[in-house]
C-alpha cells in the first residue's frame, strides 16, 4: 500500500511540476524591459512634407514632450539649451518635430565617422519591438546620430561607426539660437544586416509599441560635447546608457 502511496504521490509532483513550467514558458514575456514613460502617439492625419516647417495638422494636434534630463555634464541654463519634442507616425514612418534653443552650434569636424557624439547633433533611440536589451554592436536597437549636416551615424555590427542616412529624412532650419528638426525615421527590425541589400523598413500599424527616446549632444567651445540632454530620467551613477541598452527607453504606442 505505502508503495502506492510514493508512485501516486510521485505522478503527482511530475505532473504539477510540468504544469508549473509550461506556465512560466508560456507567461514569460519576450521584452526584458521596465515600462515606463508610455506615450501614445497619434496618426498623421495628413503627409508630413519634411522642410523643417511644423505647419502641418498633425503637428498642430501634437503635444509637447520635455527633453530636460542631464545624462552628461554640468546643470544647464536655459541660454545654453532647453528643448522639447513631438511626436507622429503613418504607415511608413515614426516623425519627429524637435525643438532645440542652443546659444552656440559647433560643426568643426569635417568627418562624419569621427566623434559623431562629440559635436551638436540630435540623437533619436528606437527600438522597434520594444524588446529592450542590450544593442551596442547589434540592430535590436538603433542610436542615430543625426548632425548639423543631416549625416546619421550609429555604431555598427563591425563596431565601427557607419552612416545610416538612408533611415532617416531631415531638414534643420535655424532662426537665432533656435533650431527646428523635422525627421521622418523608417524602422527596421532586429533582422537588420549590415552586408546585405535591401533591408526592408516594418511597416507600422495601430496599437503597435516601440521604443524611445531622444536626446541632444551639445558642445559650445570645447573638444568634446559638454552636456548631453535626454528625454526620460535614468537610474543610477551612469545615465549615459541609452546608445548600448535600450532597456533605458520609454515606451510610444501609435493610435490612429
Ligand atoms: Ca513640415
Ligand atoms: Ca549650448
Ligand atoms: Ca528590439
Ligand atoms: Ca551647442
Known sequence: MKKYIVILLMAL??????????????????????????????????AIKIDGIADE?????????????????????????????????????????AQIKDDTLIDNIKDPLVK?????????????DNSGGEHQYNHNAFAYH?????????????????????HIESKLVTSDNTSIW???MYLYNDTYDDNSKPNKPVKLTTNKKVGFAIAYCDNDYSTERENFIGSIPVEGEDKNRGWMDANI?????LKD
Open 13 to 46: 509532483c511530475f505532473s504539477s511540476c510540468k504544469n508549473t513550467n509550461k506556465e512560466i514558458i508560456e507567461t514569460t514575456p519576450k521584452s526584458t524591459k521596465p515600462e515606463k514613460q508610455l506615450r501614445q502617439i497619434l496618426k498623421a492625419k495628413n
Open 57 to 97: 495638422t498633425s503637428w498642430k494636434n501634437a503635444k509637447w514632450h520635455p527633453m530636460d534630463q542631464v545624462w552628461l555634464g554640468d546643470s544647464l541654463t536655459a541660454e545654453d539649451f532647453s528643448g522639447r519634442f513631438k511626436l507622429t507616425w503613418d504607415d511608413e514612418a515614426l516623425y519627429v518635430l
Open 116 to 128: 559623431w557624439w562629440d559635436e551638436d547633433c540630435l540623437e533619436i533611440f528606437v527600438d522597434e
Open 146 to 166: 543625426i548632425a548639423l549636416d543631416g549625416n546619421v551615424v550609429d555604431m555598427s555590427t563591425e563596431k565601427i561607426g557607419k552612416l545610416y542616412n538612408s
Open 182 to 184: 523635422e525627421v521622418k
Open 249 to 253: 527607453f520609454g515606451t510610444l504606442k
